[in-house]
């Protein structure tokens, strides 16, 4: 009789184990970013506290011309101004009181400029290799008499046209040449006080036809 309660204990399923929290087996790399304690967490935490905000700053440079550039590439622009007054005869006769007094604050250096020898050619000289060819001289300066030098070299050209076919001062020819030195003369004008204008300010102007081959120079 004592081998049936044997049996039965035999028999009898087994009590349910209960499963303890601390015996779960996790992930380290897991565990180490669900329990706020772990030394890894903190680790990263500290990590990004001190590692400082990028902030997005916006600086604007402002770069200023120096004043003595700015006075090389004005005073570059006199130079074809003053050879290209003779295409202003014609308005000069037609227009003498209002292009006079125009052109009044500028006859001293008119004058002094005529006075010396072969003055063209010693400002085109003086230009082209003491300031276009001069590494030491900015560019800005380099560039704006580059471009003063070939509008000076274009108005040779219409001169040159003229002497060809020496057209006679009266009939078709006459009107011809008359209106072409009419508007040489205001071209050279608005050039000369456009460019002289914005050197001063110190922006670079750019002459039409003439900035590009100023440009292909540097």
Same mark, same amino acid.
């Given at each position: 009789m004592?081998a049936i #309660?044997?049996l039965?204990?035999s028999?009898s399923?087994?009590?349910p184990q209960?499963?303890?929290?601390?015996s779960i087996?996790?992930h380290?790399?897991?565990?180490? *970013?669900?329990?706020?304690?772990?030394? &890894?967490?903190l680790s990263?935490?500290?990590n990004s506290?001190? &590692?400082p905000?990028?902030?997005?700053?916006?600086?604007?440079?402002h $770069?200023t011309?120096?004043?003595t %550039?700015?006075?090389?590439?004005?005073?570059a622009y006199?130079? #074809?101004f003053f $050879?290209?007054?003779?295409y202003?005869r014609f308005l000069?006769a037609? =227009?003498p009181?209002?292009?006079?007094?125009?052109i009044? #604050?500028?006859l001293p250096?008119l004058?002094? =400029?005529?006075?010396i #020898? =072969?003055?063209? =050619?010693?400002?085109?000289?003086?230009l082209?290799?003491g300031?276009v060819? $001069?590494?030491n001289?900015?560019?800005y300066?380099r560039?704006n008499?580059? &471009?003063?030098?070939?509008l %000076?070299?274009?108005?040779? *050209?219409?001169?040159?046209v &003229?002497r *060809?076919?020496?057209?006679?001062?009266h009939g *078709?020819?006459?009107k011809?040449?008359?209106?072409?030195? $009419?508007?040489?003369?205001v071209?050279?004008?608005?050039?000369f006080?456009y460019?002289t204008v914005?050197s001063?300010?110190?922006?670079?102007?750019?002459?039409p036809?003439?900035?590009d081959a100023?440009g292909?120079q540097?």
């Amino acid at each position: 009789m004592a081998a049936i #309660p044997l049996l039965r204990l035999s028999l009898s399923p087994p009590p349910p184990q209960t499963i303890h929290r601390s015996s779960i087996l996790v992930h380290p790399l897991r565990s180490s *970013i669900l329990s706020p304690s772990s030394p &890894q967490s903190l680790s990263l935490r500290l990590n990004s506290a001190a &590692q400082p905000r990028r902030r997005t700053t916006i600086s604007a440079s402002h $770069n200023t011309t120096p004043v003595t %550039d700015r006075l090389i590439s004005a005073a570059a622009y006199f130079f #074809p101004f003053f $050879n290209g007054l003779q295409y202003g005869r014609f308005l000069f006769a037609q =227009y003498p009181k209002t292009l006079g007094l125009a052109i009044e #604050p500028l006859l001293p250096l008119l004058s002094v =400029y005529r006075s010396i #020898p =072969y003055s063209s =050619y010693l400002a085109f000289l003086l230009l082209y290799i003491g300031v276009v060819r $001069n590494t030491n001289v900015s560019r800005y300066a380099r560039f704006n008499a580059m &471009q003063a030098v070939i509008l %000076d070299v274009l108005l040779v *050209i219409p001169l040159l046209v &003229q002497r *060809i076919f020496n057209p006679g001062p009266h009939g *078709i020819g006459g009107k011809m040449v008359m209106m072409s030195h $009419n508007a040489i003369f205001v071209f050279v004008v608005v050039c000369f006080v456009y460019s002289t204008v914005f050197s001063v300010l110190g922006r670079t102007p750019k002459l039409p036809f003439v900035a590009d081959a100023a440009g292909r120079q540097f």
